[in-house]
């Protein structure tokens, strides 16, 4: 049955199926989508518009029907073309308009499958039959009809809002009805610039009309591919400006400026003294030469001839070995030392800053952090020991180690967060650090021990409390299993040849009297060392005072403890965690008076009587390492929380931009805490290496000989690495107190007879040391009658034995 269609005098079907359905649907209430503006404006009838419908899930908008036939482009603007009778042009397609057969749904007009599309049995039905919008369902997405809303996209096709994209005035030529559409077009692999081919033109193979070439003038050109080389350069700057990458720049920079003359003649000058730095610069060259050249001599140096594991008779620096592969010679292990020297500052500064950021301070709390670690006033008079300047690794390895685990101060636990990589690298740097000297290691080891158990015991004490475990996973457990096996193994490798020195060796082991002549008192921690620039002239009377001052002069910084306080009140940490670090502050330096706070009867004795290890620790005040590290967090988290407030106010301005003022309060913290490190450290010249060194056949004695000149032979040594009975440590064995002791009557038969028990080969004797020793008068003195032979090289006398 059919029924005329207003306007034209044709028939159409009755509507069958989903077309009835929609207008059941819109006869029980749903509204019909109005005409278009233009059609009504021309008053002519709009053609039927599949494109204000969504097309239902896993429809395909371009699958032929064995039934489509037609070849001819179906016109889908809103004004119909006359054809060459007068009448409105006559759809030969198929598919185009209406479905062949009468109530097929999901014709061509919809894509196919699409509910509430028009569905007709003549196949020459004209397009401007009335528009049957009555579908108010979606499909993927919300697809709405704008009938009066004109968005063309720039390539022709209708707008992203589901409508055609035009008034009515817009012909996208060689498309079915609804072909066009921003969803059905996305589905088209292959299809691009809006042409895409109808049903029928797929079974014919037809080539159909570009109606879209009018809209391409306006469209923008296409963005051209970046050149390999210009990809490269971008991923350089964006690696140039990452933070960290200007966090460690910005670390070097500091380093060299803050330790400066130290590069000023790198190979010629060692900071503070050349003794004890003198014995370390050897201790990086022998390590670097005996591991390239015989691994298993590693800890039977060559100096102390003849003693067994005289390479642990000191902490080692043996984490800085590979450095020690490069160059040989004494300059050589001189610029090696200076070099290190710079770098350990700028390690330490970037360690502290990463720790400060993974735990919640904004950048330049963290900066504070850092340089009021790596540049203290009281690190100034360590200087000349570079194994406690080296700490750096400390705070990079627990700022690694909580990055893996996820956890920060400020956001607590955060299971999402978690990487087991970073936890590996996390226990290698630890190890690397434990590698370097047990001075500072062995605490470091210690509390990491004790963050193990005590965060496992909470771990538990939650799972019973709560009866649910707390997100670990077993990755991160076999991360921190074989990572800390690992540095428990490096520790105990370590250990070994120094518990060997102490069997060897009982005298060597400190005792309680020992750590008491160290232990500073607490007017130490506001004194400072002399070569601090700032405080040193001004703290003289006071270091007089000191029994001991290059290790009692404790003075973190007077701007770091104003800070440190400020944070106790304005914070971006919990006031527990504030409290935290209070505590944490004061039972260090509690720990760092050694024997003078309560007579350490419940702090440092303790340690000292029952941790392996404890008792070769000879300086308590090292200790404020700790202090400094735990006054720089709570300086961040102040200077954090300053920073926000100053954004908080900036923020409200127009426009948005800190002003001078407000700029120069977030940085003033920053800069005291530089200025305050500042040094007046010396750089002495290092004694020259005597040409007989060179030529002397080993092993051999150097005269004189005692604690700080044979510092020097050690650095001499390093041409070639001769067996040398000289040697300077934290001890002195009693077979080398006995060889300088038997030695003041050289050349004599008795000390010649002795040295040529040990194995002794030659004697160099330093003219320009022997004044006011014995060696002065018999320096000229002849020798035939002894069985041995002189010669003079250089400014020194070589005796062969």
């Known amino acids: 049955m059919t029924t005329g269609q207003p306007g034209t005098g044709k028939a159409r079907p009755t509507p069958t199926g989903t077309d009835a359905e929609t207008r059941s649907a819109t006869a029980s209430g749903t509204p019909a989508q109005p005409a278009r503006t233009s059609d009504v404006v021309s008053g002519k009838t709009p053609a039927p518009t599949a494109e204000t419908t969504a097309p239902s899930a896993g429809a395909v908008a371009d699958q032929p029907r064995p039934s489509d036939g037609g070849t001819a482009g179906a016109t889908t603007s809103g004004d119909p073309q006359p054809s060459k009778s007068g009448g409105a042009k006559k759809e030969t397609a198929g598919d185009a308009a209406t479905g062949k057969g009468g109530g097929r749904k999901g014709s061509a007009a919809t894509g196919g499958g699409t509910e ?14 009335p528009a049957k919008d009555s579908n108010t369902a979606k499909a993927d997405s919300t697809a709405k009809a704008d009938s009066t809303t004109t968005n063309p996209a720039k390539d022709g096709t209708p707008a992203m809002d589901g409508t055609d994209g035009g008034s009515g005035d817009v012909v996208v030529k060689g498309t079915g009805a609804g072909k066009g559409t921003w969803w059905s077009r996305g589905r088209r692999a292959g ?15 037809a080539a159909t009309p570009d109606g879209s070439d009018r809209w391409e003038a306006f469209a923008s050109a296409p963005e051209p591919r970046p050149s390999i080389v210009t990809r490269a350069g971008r991923a350089v700057g964006r690696f140039l400006i990452h933070e960290w990458t200007l966090a460690t720049l910005g670390a070097l920079a500091l380093a060299v400026l803050m330790t400066w003359p130290t590069l000023r003649y790198p190979r010629y000058t060692l900071p503070q003294d050349y003794w004890d730095p003198s014995l370390q610069a050897w201790q990086m060259a022998w390590s670097g030469h005996i591991l390239l050249a015989e691994p298993a001599r590693l800890w039977q140096s ?13 902490d080692t620096l043996l984490g800085y070995a590979p450095a020690g592969m490069l160059g040989s010679g004494p300059e050589d292990a001189i610029l090696r030392y200076n070099i290190m020297f710079v770098l350990a500052h700028a390690l330490a500064t970037l360690g502290a800053y990463a720790l400060a950021r993974q735990l919640g301070a904004g950048r330049i709390g963290a900066a504070v952090a850092g340089v009021s670690y790596a540049y203290a006033p009281w690190l100034l008079a360590q200087a000349g020991h570079l194994h406690v300047l080296s700490n750096g690794g400390i705070p990079l390895a627990l700022a690694m180690l909580a990055r893996g685990h996820g956890w920060s101060l400020r956001h607590g636990y955060r299971p999402e967060r978690r990487h087991d990589g970073w936890v590996y690298a996390g ?6 650090q434990l590698s370097l000297g047990f001075g500072i290691g062995l605490p470091f080891a210690y509390l990491l021990a004790c963050a193990v158990i005590v965060t496992a015991v909470l771990y538990y004490a939650r799972r019973l409390r709560t009866g649910q475990a707390v997100p670990f996973g077993r990755r991160l457990f076999l991360a921190d299993l074989l990572g800390g096996l690992f540095f428990a193994g490096v520790g105990l490798l370590m250990a070994f040849p120094f518990f060997k020195v102490t ?4 005298y060597a082991e400190r005792t309680i009297g020992d750590i008491s002549i160290f232990s500073p008192p607490a007017s130490g921690f506001v004194t400072a060392p002399a070569e601090s620039r700032i405080w040193g002239g001004l703290h003289e009377g006071a270091r007089a005072a000191l029994p001991w001052h290059p290790e009692m002069t404790l003075l973190p910084g007077f701007v770091l403890y104003a800070l440190a306080a400020g944070g106790l009140f304005f914070s971006v940490w919990r006031l527990r965690h504030r409290l935290l670090l209070l505590a944490g502050v004061l039972v260090t330096m509690a720990f760092a008076m050694g024997t003078r706070f309560f007579d350490g009867t419940f702090t440092y004795v303790p340690l000292f009587e029952h941790l392996p290890g404890w008792s070769g620790l000879r300086t308590p005040g090292r200790l404020m390492l700790w202090t400094t590290l735990l006054l720089g967090l709570l300086a961040a988290g102040a200077v954090t929380a300053l920073t926000d407030r100053v954004r908080e106010l900036t923020a409200q301005r127009i426009p948005s931009w800190p002003g001078p003022w407000l700029r120069m309060a977030t940085l003033l913290p920053l800069l005291l ?7 007046t450290t010396p750089h002495p010249v290092v004694p020259t290496q005597p040409a007989a060194m060179r ?13 700080s000149l044979d510092q020097h032979v050690m650095l001499w040594s390093t041409s070639g690495f001769p ?20 030695s003041q009557s050289f050349p004599d038969q008795t000390s010649v007879d002795y040295l040529r028990t040990l194995g002794v080969r030659s004697v160099v004797l330093l003219r320009g040391q022997v004044v006011g020793t014995p060696w002065e008068i018999t320096i000229d003195a002849p020798v035939e009658s002894l069985g041995i032979s002189r010669q003079d090289v250089g400014d020194a006398v070589v005796y062969r034995l």
Do not use: Y
């Open 116 to 129: 509430g599309g028009t569905a007709t049995s003549d196949s020459t039905a004209k397009d401007s039959s």
């Open 191 to 205: 299809r691009t610039d809006g042409q895409a081919k109808t049903d029928g033109d797929t079974k014919t193979g």
């Open 302 to 314: 060559n100096t102390f001839f003849p003693e067994l594991w005289s390479f642990a008779f000191s």
């Open 427 to 432: 226990w290698l740097v630890a190890a690397w």
């Open 503 to 506: 069997e060897l060796h009982p």
């Open 673 to 679: 805490v530089a200025v305050e490190g500042l040094n």
């Open 695 to 707: 030529s002397a056949e080993g092993p051999l004695l150097v005269l004189p000989s005692n604690q």
């Open 723 to 742: 067996d040398v009975v000289n040697g300077g440590s934290g001890f002195t064995p009693r077979q080398l107190d006995d060889v300088r002791r038997v």
